[in-house]
């Protein structure tokens, strides 16, 4: 705008004819013009002579600025005619005339073209023309078709690879780093103007407001993800309050301006804040020690410097004339993108070098052991051979007297007694650790099946359970039964009725294993928290099927809650064997 002719509607009230009239003389150059004296409620007309040369080449004007909501422009070609051609974002994709990102309109002939332009926008509008031939345009225009393909590529490839890696290790950080991602190239698209292209080139009005709840998604899974990474609740808890208040306060000047006041979308600015305390955050957790902050850190210095560059270009503390100015914002969004993977790979590297470190001690540990244990075993075997000395020397001493052989055969009886006694305790010890196992602790399913060992021990154990109280037939109450037909079963002596150990129980018509079902109701018991896919992998059983029989337990104990609670107490009585 410093380099052009114009002057300001502040009323928005001028039209063409009178802007273009002889006897109208504000157009002016203003050489101090700079982007933050741009009056947003203001109307812009800008004049603008063209001598195009005489040859085969054809030329075209240029606006850099896709986001400006109305561009009218006027040009008179050399033989006088007019041409009015309407464009501007709040305009549908298709009415350009060049189905470009940006906004562009032919020149046809050679000669002296007189063109006026209409400017006017409800946010800040970056007035930058170009004049291009047409092959420098198509050139120009490939070229960064081809390096936005580049960058977008880039994203959605590490959102991809970082959903894959969630889906694989379940970690909601790496979720939260592809909603980041995916956020930032959908705003990327917005102030690029592929998303109006690509995305929704009908729909304008939204078009309008897309960049502002783009810029939220940014900034909102940014802190998300940043608190996750950094764990600022753990290391940093004053930082990460302040962080929740931005984050809340975020939230709601998003919902107000989205709602309420759209203009509110314009103050990019404010995330300076957020960027700010986060970056921040970053560095008090590097310098407390956490390595993976490190890559982070380098990560949002560049994002934090892409944002203070486009803020400074916004209040002109900056010109637009230093080279790729323009694309400072993406160019961080690539550096911090790669950096930020570097930091989650650092993390799984530092995971893993410290794994490898415990397993060393691990083996250094064991080898410490193996040397402790053949050390005891050679000082045992030291004893046990001054222990056989000194029996082969009471030995000889026994063979001197009968009266001794004798005491020591009335000890050796005594001793014999002892070791059954012992034997008698132990047997009893070891069904009675048995029965604290699955009474008092949540045992393993390796563990259950020491306990029950087979289908038979469990129909044995049912068998006993069910006719604790003693038999009595189901169909005709007689109390007086023979062997039946099938394992433990129990055949009624007067009316023949063949009951087995299952019938009118909750394992009744199972379709797998029995003692895999005992495992399924001890586990729904005692409920150790374990998935359905992890018990259908442990039991190689259907997941279906797991999820059947659980439920089958889960509507049992709610119909009698205390019958299954105590089904196996019934180990607690001591002549009961499994």
């Not at 001493?397 to 050796?412: G, R």
């Not at 087979?454 to 049912?462: E, H, I, S, T, V």
């Amino acid at each position: 705008m410093n380099n052009l002719y114009h002057f300001e509607d502040k009323e928005r009230t001028y039209t063409f004819q009178q802007v273009s009239d002889s006897s109208f003389k504000k157009f002016e150059l203003n050489a101090d013009f700079q982007p933050n004296n741009y009056e947003v409620n203001s109307a812009y007309w800008v004049k603008l002579s063209l001598d195009i040369p005489e040859g085969e080449k054809k030329y075209l004007i240029e606006f850099y600025d896709q986001t400006i909501d109305s561009l009218d422009l006027y040009i008179r070609a050399p033989d006088g005619s007019l041409r009015s051609i309407f464009l501007g974002d709040a305009r549908s994709f298709s009415d350009k005339p060049i189905r470009h990102k940006n906004f562009e309109v032919l020149l046809n002939d050679s000669g002296v073209h007189t063109c006026y332009f209409r400017i006017a926008s409800y946010h800040y509008a970056d007035v930058r023309i170009a004049i291009r031939s047409i092959n420098h345009f198509v050139y120009y225009a490939l070229t960064e078709y081809f390096i936005y393909g580049i960058f977008y590529g880039m994203i959605m490839i590490i959102s991809v690879y970082n959903l894959l890696i969630y889906i694989a290790i379940r970690e909601p950080k790496y979720l939260y780093y592809t909603f980041y991602i995916l956020s930032v190239g959908l705003y990327a698209m917005c102030i690029d103007g592929i998303a109006f292209q690509y995305l929704w080139p009908f729909w304008p009005e939204w078009n309008q407001i897309a960049y502002g709840v783009a810029l939220f998604l940014v900034i909102f899974w940014s802190i998300i993800f940043s608190k996750a990474f950094l764990k600022t609740k753990t290391r940093v808890p004053r930082i990460n309050k302040l962080l929740n208040v931005i984050l809340v306060l975020r939230v709601l000047l998003f919902l107000y301006a989205l709602i309420w006041n759209n203009s509110f979308f314009q103050y990019r600015n404010i995330e300076i804040v957020p960027l700010t305390v986060t970056f921040y955050a970053s560095i008090l957790v590097l310098r407390g020690g956490y390595k993976p902050a490190r890559f982070f850190v380098v990560a949002y210095g560049f994002l934090f410097l892409g944002f203070l560059i486009k803020a400074l270009l916004m209040i002109s503390s900056v010109p637009f004339s230093l080279p790729h100015s323009y694309y400072t914002l993406h160019s961080s969004f690539v550096f911090e993108m790669i950096f930020l993977t570097f930091a989650l790979s650092d993390r799984v590297r530092i995971l893993k070098s410290n794994r490898d470190k415990a397993l060393k001690r691990t083996i250094l540990q064991h080898e410490e052991n193996m040397k402790l244990k053949d050390k005891v075993n050679r000082e045992l075997e030291s004893k046990v051979k001054e222990r056989t000395k000194e029996i082969a020397e009471k030995n000889e001493l026994l063979e001197q007297t009968n009266q001794q052989i004798t005491k020591q055969s009335e000890e050796i009886g005594q001793i014999n007694s002892l070791l059954d006694l012992d034997n008698w305790k132990l047997r009893n010890n070891i069904r009675d650790i048995q029965k604290e196992r699955l009474m008092n602790k949540r045992l393993t399913y390796e563990e259950f099946q020491e306990v029950f060992k087979d289908g038979a021990a469990c129909m044995k154990f049912l068998a006993e359970y069910k006719w604790s109280d003693g038999y009595y037939c189901s169909k005709c109450d007689n109390e007086k039964y023979f062997p039946g037909q099938g394992l433990f079963a129990r055949r009624c002596t007067k009316c023949g009725y063949n009951e087995t150990s299952t019938t009118n129980t909750i394992f009744h018509a199972t379709k797998f294993p029995i003692e895999k079902a005992f495992y399924l109701l001890y586990n729904t018991i005692n409920d150790d928290g374990s998935s359905l896919d992890k018990l259908s992998e442990k039991l190689n059983v259907r997941r279906n099927t797991v999820w059947n029989f659980k439920k089958k337990i889960t509507n049992r104990l709610i119909e009698n809650p205390t019958e299954l609670k105590n089904f196996f107490r019934i180990l607690e009585s001591d002549h009961h064997t499994v």
